[in-house]
């Protein structure tokens, strides 16, 4: 069946950059996903990349697509203290009727 | 963009009774949607997708009688949470896909916090 993993801690200091990483199990996957969620709230979709693409950049976000490996990654540029939150790696296939499968997701601790 | 709500956006009630939770689509109509359940700390599992005017096809392990989905109209799904215990104490989120262009966007309600004591 389909499997989305990813780590589910990673700390940086305010200002790097922060890279979480994401691998998935289902070769026909076609959207895959990053959402946030903040403590207590529901889920807010970041970004998305089509299985076509091999990257894709909307302001300080970069999703990088591994198709191959299987391997996506989310690229956080100058962190912020608004960033810490859980970040979800999502995957949904042509043939799933829209469901999407979640990964367990990666809590993001920002240091000042 | 498209807008889920939940109702309530939180439930305390006692062992034994019967939650019900909406979720709607406030200015698009859905065909399908989908229920999540989050424990702490842990992620979204698919409980079930809601089909408008059919049965709700249910994930693997998910009891169909405890968990009775009812999608109404093109609008309205509710999820029934019946004679709840505390183990089924969660956050419970719905979703609705909506065409944007060449693929469909899953819009997110705020989540339900269920609290069974």
Redesign the interface.
């Known amino acids: 069946g389909e499997d989305v993993e990813q780590s589910l801690f990673l700390s940086v200091r305010e200002g790097d950059s922060s890279v979480i990483n994401c691998t998935y199990t289902d070769s026909s996957s076609t959207y895959l996903y990053w959402y946030k969620q903040e403590p207590g709230a529901g889920l807010q979709l970041l970004t998305y990349i089509f299985s076509n693409m091999d990257m894709k950049q909307d302001q300080r976000l970069t999703v990088l697509l591994n198709k191959k490996d299987k391997h996506l990654s989310l690229r956080i540029a100058d962190t912020q203290t608004g960033d810490s939150a859980i970040y979800f790696c999502a995957e949904a296939g042509m043939n799933r009727d829209d469901k999407i499968i979640f990964g367990k997701g990666t809590r993001l601790h920002i240091l000042p | 963009g498209a807008v889920v709500s939940q109702h309530p956006s939180w439930v305390i009630c006692k062992s034994g009774t019967s939650v019900k939770i909406e979720c709607r689509s406030l200015d698009f109509q859905a065909t399908?949607m989908?229920w999540?359940r989050q424990f702490p700390?842990?992620?979204?599992m698919?409980m079930a997708?809601s089909n408008e005017g059919s049965k709700a096809t249910y994930e693997q392990g998910v009891e169909k009688d405890k968990f009775l989905i009812n999608h109404a109209s093109l609008t309205l799904s509710t999820l029934t949470v019946t004679s709840a215990h505390p183990e089924d104490s969660s956050f419970y989120?719905c979703?609705a896909?909506l065409r944007q262009g060449?693929?469909?966007?899953?819009f997110?309600?705020?989540?339900t916090?269920l609290t069974v004591l």
Do not use: V
């Open positions: 399908t989908f999540y700390k842990q992620s979204l698919l997708t989120i979703s896909p060449a693929y469909n966007e899953q997110f309600g705020p989540g916090r």
